[in-house]
């Protein structure tokens, strides 16, 4: 079975840092893109990144970019995201997301992690 | 990027009615959108992919179609299970993924 399991979210002031981690089981992570999503309350999912099999590409959305960085560690079927410089616009369900090796778009979710900016 | 736009926001509707969901997309597309159901408290689950490829484990009751700009999701006879919030995603190639704001179905 297919599992994703988020952790690392918390309350953290305006301009912290806080790092994700994703373990992952039930497949062979290395053969997986892996992605992260986010959701505001109350508002729909948006992708925030994504990282290749082996880890040499990785791609962000305008807002998190030179803030947020995506990594994985294969050996360890595991997933991260390091944020810094956290903005109040951050605050969100964050949520580890396998793309499909044929689907191309996530099939699998986590349960996701909160993480909520605040003073 | 490009923008989804589902509708309607809220659908209010009886166990076994027809229910129909519509989305749109600010530019071509081809197929490539999914359909996710999302219960308070949960991750999104995904339905359809491809515009109207069924995920396995999904009951036949849900189907999707639609390419280019125009898509929809069609529950065929409403379950009490399928009482949840419904969005729309596009993963065209090279572009970043981007989602609908969500159709809530209620029960009426």
């Known amino acids: 079975e297919v599992q994703l399991v988020e952790s690392g979210g918390g309350l953290v002031q305006p301009g912290g840092s806080l790092r994700l981690s994703c373990a992952a089981s039930?497949?062979?992570?290395?053969?997986?893109?892996m992605t992260w999503v986010r959701q505001a309350p109350g508002k729909g999912p948006e992708w925030v990144a994504s990282?290749?099999?082996?880890?040499?590409?990785?791609y962000y959305v305008d807002s998190v970019k030179g803030r947020f960085t995506i990594s994985r560690d294969n050996a360890k079927s595991s997933l991260y995201l390091q944020m810094n410089s956290l903005r109040a616009g951050d605050t969100a369900m964050y949520y580890c997301?396998?793309?499909?090796?044929?689907?191309?778009?996530?099939?699998?979710w986590g349960q996701g992690t909160l993480v909520t900016v605040s003073s | 990027d490009i923008q989804m736009t589902q509708s309607p926001s809220t659908l209010s509707a009886s166990v076994g009615d027809r229910v129909t969901i519509t989305c749109r997309a600010s530019q071509s597309i081809s197929s490539w959108l999914a359909w996710y159901q999302q219960k308070p408290g949960k991750a999104p689950k995904l339905l359809i992919y491809?515009?109207?490829s069924l995920e396995s484990g999904v009951p036949s009751r849900f189907s999707g179609s639609g390419s280019e700009t125009e898509f929809t999701l069609t529950i065929s006879s409403l379950q009490p299970d399928d009482f949840a919030t419904y969005f729309c995603q596009q993963y065209n190639i090279n572009s970043p993924w981007t989602f609908g704001q969500g159709t809530k179905v209620e029960i009426k």
């Open positions: 039930g497949f062979t992570f290395r053969n997986y893109w």
């Open positions: 997301v396998r793309v499909g090796y044929d689907i191309l778009t996530g099939d699998y």
């Open positions: 491809k515009a109207s």
């Open positions: 990282i290749t099999q082996d880890g040499s590409e990785k």
